[in-house]
């Protein structure tokens, strides 16, 4: 590795991290002024299909919208020319864009995304499904994520002194400083649709800082308001992952799908992306330090047993996401992990793929796979030793 080209140490970094981010690392994909684009990022992966959010310029509060393009996977670290969009706001609840998609597969591929509407009562970030068997025929079937207001989200949670009833308490006195007399919605991201081994569905999404698990079994149940209030009184119980104090102390979230890898010893095991948030706040100026690691999920309940306690995919120096207010700047440093594979003619060598500063897309490999398993086995990146944030 070139010495330029050294990611940001933003904490203490190990030797061995430093060992793991040794290997290959390209941008894989930026924004083609052809196709209008002002960025692209936060890519999903699977099998020979890769979808990724694509920024356009828009006539709203924000000047831009987001839509779901999709390419062919010609090998693992080269993409098709051709690019086509796949997903395009046509509601009202994704009126203003359609962001972070990921993909599973169950017969049929299911692609869950947000979709945004800047409507500070009514809309939000809401987590909504398509489905496909091809990626040219594509089916929205609307919002599977919780619609539930933040009054009412502070009720079925248990009260503005339990955890997530506190953070919905947060959150609502907040948004009335701004807009007295409002009731928003709850924000829902960073979700996908999982299948444990048994083949039950199970919702991994990101409610309020933290990572939750909700098994469901149809989507009528996602639909369902019983449901979530049902839901929204365990939400601790579901949850698999806190805000960390080492290097995610404002939030953690769901980085793609988690994939199925194959041990030295033939036993099956999945591992998957989170990334987390660091904060820091100057009289003119906040920064936000996105980063990812890798976790091991159980393979039934897909709670996290394990997680690489030191980031391994950083932010790059040269991408940095800026807005400015005035005199006041907001500066963003993002590896956003969302994509992972296995190279189908090395198995030892995985593939990692992040939106860099909300602009581009990074291919990092790992050729350390059985350090990466080994490391998940080793007691201190059990997920008792997180170290969650209180």
């Known amino acids: 590795m070139e010495e330029d080209d050294e990611p940001p140490n933003r904490g203490g970094i190990s030797t061995?991290?430093?060992?793991?981010?040794?290997?290959?690392?390209?941008?894989?994909?930026?924004?083609?002024?052809?196709?209008?684009?002002?960025?692209?990022?936060?890519?999903?992966v699977c099998e020979n299909h890769f979808i990724y959010r694509a920024r356009e310029k828009a006539n709203n509060r924000y000047g831009e919208k987001s839509v779901v393009r999709y390419r062919k996977l010609i090998t693992l670290y080269q993409l098709s020319e051709e690019s086509r969009k796949i997903?395009?706001?046509?509601?009202?609840?994704?009126?203003?864009?359609?962001?972070?998609?990921?993909?599973?597969?169950?017969?049929?591929?299911?692609?869950?995304?947000v979709g945004f509407n800047e409507d500070h009562e009514n809309g939000g970030a809401k987590v909504a499904l398509a489905t496909t068997e091809d990626f040219k025929d594509i089916q929205k079937h609307g919002i599977i994520g919780p619609q539930v207001r933040l009054e009412e989200a502070i009720r079925f949670a248990g009260g503005p002194n339990t955890y997530y009833g506190g953070i919905f308490d947060i959150e609502l006195r907040g948004e009335r400083k701004k807009n007295p007399g409002v009731n928003p919605f709850v924000m829902d991201k960073d979700?996908?649709?999982?299948?444990?081994?048994?083949?039950?569905?199970?919702?991994?999404?990101?409610?309020g800082n933290a990572i939750q698990a909700t098994p469901f079994d149809s989507i009528k149940d996602l639909q369902n308001p019983a449901f979530w209030e049902y839901?929204?009184?365990?939400?601790?119980?579901?949850?698999?992952?806190?805000?960390?104090?080492?290097?995610?102390?404002?939030?953690?979230?769901?980085?793609?799908?988690?994939?199925?890898?194959?041990?030295?010893?033939?036993?099956e095991r999945k591992i998957g992306h989170v990334h987390g948030v660091e904060k820091k706040e100057s009289e003119k100026l906040t920064e936000y330090i996105y980063k990812s690691t890798i976790a091991e999920f159980d393979p039934e309940t897909f709670h996290i047993k394990a997680i690489i306690r030191d980031p391994i995919?950083?932010?790059?120096?040269?991408?940095?996401?800026?807005?400015?207010?005035?005199?006041?700047?907001?500066?963003?440093?993002?590896?956003?992990?969302?994509?992972?594979?296995?190279?189908?003619?090395?198995?030892?060598?995985?593939?990692?793929?992040?939106?860099?500063?909300?602009?581009?897309?990074?291919?990092?490999?790992?050729?350390?796979?059985?350090?990466?398993?080994k490391e998940l086995s080793n007691?201190?990146?059990?997920?008792?030793?997180?170290?969650?944030?209180n």
Do not use: M
């Open 16 to 44: 061995l991290v430093r060992t793991v981010q040794g290997d290959r690392k390209s941008i894989i994909l930026l924004p083609s002024e052809s196709l209008e684009e002002i960025a692209v990022c936060n890519p999903a």
């Open 87 to 113: 997903l395009v706001p046509e509601f009202e609840y994704e009126k203003d864009g359609i962001e972070d998609a990921r993909v599973s597969k169950d017969g049929q591929y299911n692609i869950v995304y």
């Open 191 to 207: 979700a996908t649709i999982v299948y444990a081994k048994s083949g039950q569905p199970i919702f991994l999404h990101r409610v």
């Open 231 to 267: 839901n929204f009184g365990k939400l601790e119980e579901d949850t698999i992952l806190y805000p960390g104090r080492r290097w995610a102390p404002e939030k953690v979230g769901l980085g793609g799908t988690p994939i199925t890898i194959i041990d030295s010893e033939g036993n």
């Open 313 to 373: 995919l950083l932010p790059d120096p040269k991408y940095i996401f800026i807005e400015k207010d005035g005199e006041y700047t907001i500066k963003k440093y993002i590896n956003f992990a969302t994509g992972i594979a296995i190279d189908p003619n090395d198995d030892s060598i995985i593939c990692n793929y992040s939106g860099l500063g909300d602009y581009g897309i990074e291919l990092r490999t790992n050729n350390l796979k059985q350090w990466l398993l």
């Open 379 to 389: 007691p201190h990146n059990s997920i008792e030793n997180w170290q969650r944030v």
